[in-house]
C-alpha cells in the first residue's frame, strides 16, 4: 500500500513546488501561465521539447545562471539556487530585498532607468555589469532581461545572470598572453646577451691574451710556429667579435647609451651593407620625446622588418622614416622589393609579422602591413608617446 502511494506522494509536492515557483515567487506574472501551462508547453511541443511543468520547475531551479524576477519598483519576486551561490543571499533573505541591495552605488541610476525603460517596452540587449555580493565582493555578471508579459502589458522583469568574474579574467590573461611572452622573450634575451658579454666574452678575451703571450716565448724558441699562432689568434679575434655582434643583437646596449635613432641608424647601416642594399633613413623630431621602455620594442620592430627585407623582399632600395608629432610616434619601413598577399600569410609557419603587430600593441600602437605582389612592401607603426616637456 505504502508503496504504491508514494509517487502520488511527490506528484503532489512536485506540483506544489511548481505552482509555489509559478503562483507564489513570480506573483502575477507567472499566474498566466498557470492557469494556462499548457500553452507554454504547446510552443515547446511545436519545436519538439516535450516538458511538463515539474520539469520546467527544475530547469529553473537547477540552471546555471542566477535567475530572478524583480518587480518595476525593483523588488525580488523570485530567486533560484544558482542565485543564492553566485550573491550569498538565500531565498528568504533575497525575497526581502530590492535589486539595488545588489547593485554598487554608483550603478543605481542605471538600473533604475534600465528598470524604466523596459516597463516602457524598450528591448534590451544582453549586457555585462557588476553587483555586490553578501561577502561585500563584487561579481562581474553577463544579463539577459527577459519581460513578462500579461494582458499584453509588461508586468515584472526575469532576469538571467551568469557569474563572468573568472571568464573575464581568464579572457583577459589569454590578451595578455602573446605580450608577456614578448616581455619574458626580452628578458631571456637581455639575460643571454650579458651572459656572452661578461662571462663568454670575457673567458675568450682571457684565452686570446694567453696565446698571444704564449706566442712570443714559443715563437723565440721555434720560429716555425709564428704562422700557426697568428691563424690562431686571427680566429680567436673573429669568434669575440661574432660574440660581440651576437650579444648586441640579443640586447642592443647602443640604445641605453646612444639613443633609438643612432641604434635604428645602425640597424639600417649594417643591412644595407650586408644585402648590398640602397638604404635610407631620415627622422623627425625624435630628440623631442622619451620613449622609455617603448625604444626596445620599436628596435626589435626594424629590426624584424629588415630582416623580413632581406630574407625575402629581393629589393634594391630600402626606406626607414620615423617622426614624432603631435604626442605620436610613426615609422614606416618600406621596399621597392617583390611584395607579397598578406591574406595568404600561413600564421602557423611565419611568426614575425604576427609578433610585430603583438608588439606594437605592447606599446599601446598599431601595425600595419600595406603589400602588394610586384610593388614593395610597407610597414607602418603608430605609437602614441609622450613629449618631453619644454622649459
Ligand atoms: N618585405 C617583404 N617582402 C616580401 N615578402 C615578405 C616581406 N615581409 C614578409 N614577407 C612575406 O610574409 C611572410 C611572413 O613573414 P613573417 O616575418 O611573419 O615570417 P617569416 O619571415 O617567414 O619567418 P619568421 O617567423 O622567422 O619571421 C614571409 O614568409 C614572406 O613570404
Ligand atoms: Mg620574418
Redesign the pocket.
Given at each position: 500500500m505504502l508503496k504504491a502511494r508514494k509517487p502520488q506522494r511527490r506528484k503532489r509536492n512536485l506540483r506544489a513546488r511548481a505552482e509555489k515557483l509559478w503562483k507564489g515567487k513570480l506573483g502575477v506574472a507567472g499566474s498566466s501561465f498557470m492557469r494556462d501551462p499548457k500553452k507554454l508547453f504547446r510552443e515547446l511541443s511545436v519545436r519538439g521539447i516535450e516538458l511538463n511543468q515539474q520539469k520546467l520547475v527544475t530547469v529553473v531551479e537547477d540552471s546555471n545562471d542566477a535567475v530572478t524576477v524583480l518587480d518595476f519598483d525593483g523588488n525580488i519576486k523570485a530567486w533560484n539556487k544558482r542565485a543564492e551561490k553566485i550573491f550569498g543571499y538565500s531565498e528568504s533573505e533575497a525575497l526581502k530585498m530590492t535589486i539595488f541591495n545588489l547593485v554598487p552605488p554608483r550603478l543605481k541610476k542605471e538600473t533604475l532607468n534600465l528598470l524604466h525603460d523596459i516597463k516602457s517596452g524598450v528591448l534590451v540587449k544582453p549586457f555585462e555589469t557588476k553587483r555586490v555580493a553578501k561577502d561585500g565582493c563584487i561579481v562581474n555578471i553577463r544579463v539577459t532581461v527577459t519581460r513578462l508579459i500579461q494582458n499584453e502589458k509588461i508586468v515584472a522583469v526575469a532576469t538571467t545572470e551568469r557569474d563572468v568574474t573568472e571568464y573575464n579574467r581568464w579572457l583577459a590573461a589569454i590578451k595578455e598572453l602573446p605580450q608577456r611572452i614578448i616581455l619574458a622573450q626580452e628578458k631571456e634575451r637581455s639575460h643571454i646577451s650579458q651572459e656572452i658579454h661578461s662571462d663568454f666574452g670575457q673567458s675568450l678575451m682571457a684565452l686570446k691574451m694567453f696565446v698571444c703571450m704564449s706566442a712570443t716565448e714559443f715563437v723565440k724558441e721555434n720560429p716555425e710556429l709564428k704562422l700557426m699562432f697568428e691563424k690562431v689568434k686571427d680566429q680567436l679575434t673573429r669568434i669575440i667579435d661574432k660574440a660581440r655582434d651576437l650579444s648586441h643583437k640579443l640586447a642592443p646596449p647602443s640604445l641605453k647609451y646612444i639613443g633609438l635613432v643612432e641604434a635604428i641608424k645602425k640597424l639600417v647601416e649594417s643591412a644595407g651593407y650586408y644585402n648590398k642594399l640602397k638604404v635610407h633613413f631620415v627622422h623627425r623630431k625624435m630628440g623631442d620625446v622619451s620613449f622609455e621602455s617603448k625604444g626596445i620594442i620599436i628596435y626589435r620592430i626594424v629590426q624584424?622588418s629588415l630582416?623580413?627585407?632581406s630574407?625575402?623582399?629581393k629589393a634594391t632600395e630600402t626606406w626607414v622614416k620615423a617622426q614624432c608629432r603631435n604626442s605620436q610616434f610613426s615609422l614606416e619601413i618600406s621596399?621597392n622589393?617583390?611584395?607579397?598577399d598578406p591574406a595568404k600569410?600561413s600564421h602557423t609557419?611565419?611568426?614575425?609579422?604576427?609578433l610585430m603587430k603583438e608588439q606594437a600593441a605592447l606599446i599601446h600602437g598599431t601595425l600595419s602591413i600595406e603589400?602588394l605582389i610586384g610593388k614593395g612592401?610597407k610597414i607602418k607603426v603608430i605609437v602614441p608617446i609622450k613629449e618631453r616637456s619644454k622649459k
Amino acid at each position: 500500500m505504502l508503496k504504491a502511494r508514494k509517487p502520488q506522494r511527490r506528484k503532489r509536492n512536485l506540483r506544489a513546488r511548481a505552482e509555489k515557483l509559478w503562483k507564489g515567487k513570480l506573483g502575477v506574472a507567472g499566474s498566466s501561465f498557470m492557469r494556462d501551462p499548457k500553452k507554454l508547453f504547446r510552443e515547446l511541443s511545436v519545436r519538439g521539447i516535450e516538458l511538463n511543468q515539474q520539469k520546467l520547475v527544475t530547469v529553473v531551479e537547477d540552471s546555471n545562471d542566477a535567475v530572478t524576477v524583480l518587480d518595476f519598483d525593483g523588488n525580488i519576486k523570485a530567486w533560484n539556487k544558482r542565485a543564492e551561490k553566485i550573491f550569498g543571499y538565500s531565498e528568504s533573505e533575497a525575497l526581502k530585498m530590492t535589486i539595488f541591495n545588489l547593485v554598487p552605488p554608483r550603478l543605481k541610476k542605471e538600473t533604475l532607468n534600465l528598470l524604466h525603460d523596459i516597463k516602457s517596452g524598450v528591448l534590451v540587449k544582453p549586457f555585462e555589469t557588476k553587483r555586490v555580493a553578501k561577502d561585500g565582493c563584487i561579481v562581474n555578471i553577463r544579463v539577459t532581461v527577459t519581460r513578462l508579459i500579461q494582458n499584453e502589458k509588461i508586468v515584472a522583469v526575469a532576469t538571467t545572470e551568469r557569474d563572468v568574474t573568472e571568464y573575464n579574467r581568464w579572457l583577459a590573461a589569454i590578451k595578455e598572453l602573446p605580450q608577456r611572452i614578448i616581455l619574458a622573450q626580452e628578458k631571456e634575451r637581455s639575460h643571454i646577451s650579458q651572459e656572452i658579454h661578461s662571462d663568454f666574452g670575457q673567458s675568450l678575451m682571457a684565452l686570446k691574451m694567453f696565446v698571444c703571450m704564449s706566442a712570443t716565448e714559443f715563437v723565440k724558441e721555434n720560429p716555425e710556429l709564428k704562422l700557426m699562432f697568428e691563424k690562431v689568434k686571427d680566429q680567436l679575434t673573429r669568434i669575440i667579435d661574432k660574440a660581440r655582434d651576437l650579444s648586441h643583437k640579443l640586447a642592443p646596449p647602443s640604445l641605453k647609451y646612444i639613443g633609438l635613432v643612432e641604434a635604428i641608424k645602425k640597424l639600417v647601416e649594417s643591412a644595407g651593407y650586408y644585402n648590398k642594399l640602397k638604404v635610407h633613413f631620415v627622422h623627425r623630431k625624435m630628440g623631442d620625446v622619451s620613449f622609455e621602455s617603448k625604444g626596445i620594442i620599436i628596435y626589435r620592430i626594424v629590426q624584424e622588418s629588415l630582416n623580413n627585407i632581406s630574407k625575402h623582399a629581393k629589393a634594391t632600395e630600402t626606406w626607414v622614416k620615423a617622426q614624432c608629432r603631435n604626442s605620436q610616434f610613426s615609422l614606416e619601413i618600406s621596399d621597392n622589393g617583390k611584395g607579397f598577399d598578406p591574406a595568404k600569410i600561413s600564421h602557423t609557419r611565419c611568426l614575425g609579422l604576427d609578433l610585430m603587430k603583438e608588439q606594437a600593441a605592447l606599446i599601446h600602437g598599431t601595425l600595419s602591413i600595406e603589400s602588394l605582389i610586384g610593388k614593395g612592401t610597407k610597414i607602418k607603426v603608430i605609437v602614441p608617446i609622450k613629449e618631453r616637456s619644454k622649459k
